[in-house]
């Protein structure tokens, strides 16, 4: 009787359950929105952009953050954790990223080396997160 109970239960939870679980990367998580930005291609959870390897700054508005603006949750350098310093400041060898408000600077140094460079971060607020990518070419040679 409790196998054949299961059984009668089992395909209903999974109708149930699974289905409501995508809503995006975290449920109930709502992406950040950015003003449209000079060679940056925002797409609903992120943000891909190809970075020269003479290096570039940019400059992004988040158009949906409160007040109280936004932080960094993470930053990476080719795959490494960054320290983050009050949520608001990254720096690595070649490149920082800066939180104020609803205002988010990238700079990225030149790359001087023969390899790709990647930085990752998630700038984001209480239910709220996005994911931004710069990777940078190397030099020519």
Known sequence: MKKTFLWLILP??????FPSCDNG???GAVPLKWE????????VWDAKVDVP???????????????????LSEV???EQLVDIVDYTLAEGEWGKI??????VTVTIAPNTTDKERVISAIPSQVGYFYYLI???QPAAK
């Open 25 to 27: 990367p975290e449920d």
């Open 12 to 17: 209903v939870m999974l109708f149930v359950c």
């Open 76 to 78: 990476r350098v080719d």
């Open 53 to 71: 390897a003479e290096g570039a700054s940019y400059s992004l508005v988040c158009s949906n953050a409160s007040e109280t603006g936004i932080g």
């Open 98 to 103: 800066v939180c104020e408000g609803k205002n």
């Open 36 to 43: 449209a930005a000079t060679g940056i291609q925002f797409g």
């Open 134 to 136: 710069f990777t940078q």
